[in-house]
């Protein structure tokens, strides 16, 4: 957790929660942005279209991951209806978040490769390679439920939507179970692997 580091070592806990807050942001600015582009402008009037941490941070959640490891930014809303092609478009809104962190892990990856590690970048590219993989687990609320969602067939993808009520439950069972970790620990150093073979 990374309330231990507080007392351990204060300096590594706020560089973490530093990069926790700029991640988190970036993420929820391209949903925003996705959504805004795509036709609807109800982030864009709620203040959302924009890399502020202050719009994007929930104190709760960012809290909640502090103490217990697992938290929330700020959830982007939009209306499905002002979308321009509701299924496509729900699918690249939410899929851009977790490439958002994925691109900023690769840059992390590139500058340390090419310039050593400069203190936090490290701590960056760990982070974004968590939370890219976390949030594309197809489960309801993250983004990777609505991203199965928006590539299966139309009949396939309405029964797919029904699980949706119970996607908070299905989470808080894979999290105790702590599957979400382990999924993170097996796919973290492949796509550190794929990093390798691009530079």
Known sequence: ????????????????????????????????????????????????????????????????IVFFGFGWGRPVEYDIYNLRNPKRDVLIISIVGPLSNLVLAFLCFLIISFFGDLGFLKILLQLNLVLFVFNLIPVFPLDGFNVVRGL???????????????????????LVFNIPSYLINQTVPVILGMFNLLI
């Open 1 to 64: 957790m990374m309330i231990s580091y507080l007392l351990e070592n204060p300096f590594l806990f706020f560089v973490l929660l530093i990069c926790l807050v700029i991640s988190i942001s970036i993420h929820e600015f391209f949903h925003a942005f996705a959504a805004f582009k795509l036709g609807d402008s109800t982030p864009k009037l709620q203040g959302r279209v924009t890399l502020n941490p202050v719009s994007h941070i929930d104190p709760l959640g960012l809290a909640a």
């Open 152 to 174: 299966l067939p139309y009949n396939l993808a309405y029964r797919w939507g029904e699980l949706e009520p119970y996607g908070i439950f299905i989470l808080i069972g894979m």
